[in-house]
């Protein structure tokens, strides 16, 4: 059983930063994908950044790429998305997920993540 929390959501201005944390259980977090995903009121969630199990391999939606920024440090445990030049579209509740299967690298797919946590608010005001 893997526990993911995320922290580090709150309200900024535009154009502001912030930088949240995924925080895992599990004595083998350093094996597993992990992803962050965001869901804005009334949209479908959607993926934002995923980082494989090395570190090895990134990947972004084309709207964060250069703004955010994915890392991990294994031996604490926690996946950290670094936010900078967050505009109002960029609110949402933002989850994180492991994936600990190790077939994919960095998957975008949501079905590929078997655990998630349970979500930190992120509101930009304009």
């Known amino acids: 059983q893997v526990q993911l929390v995320e922290s580090g959501g709150g309200l900024v201005q535009t154009g502001g930063s912030l930088r949240l944390s995924c925080t895992a259980s599990?004595?083998?977090?350093?094996?597993?994908?992990i992803g962050w995903f965001r869901q804005a009121p009334g949209k479908e969630r959607e993926f934002v950044a995923a980082?494989?199990?090395?570190?090895?391999?990134?990947n972004y939606l084309d709207s964060v790429k250069g703004r955010f920024t994915i890392s991990r440090d294994n031996a604490k445990r926690s996946v950290y998305l670094q936010m900078a030049s967050l505009t109002t579209e960029d609110t949402a509740v933002y989850y994180c997920?492991?994936?600990?299967?190790?077939?994919?690298?960095?998957?975008?797919?949501?079905?590929?993540?078997?655990?998630w946590g349970q979500g930190t608010q992120v509101t930009v005001s304009s």
């Open positions: 980082i494989s199990w090395s570190g090895g391999t990134r």
């Open positions: 599990g004595r083998t977090f350093s094996n597993y994908n």
């Open positions: 997920a492991a994936d600990t299967g190790r077939i994919h690298r960095a998957s975008a797919a949501q079905e590929h993540y078997n655990y």
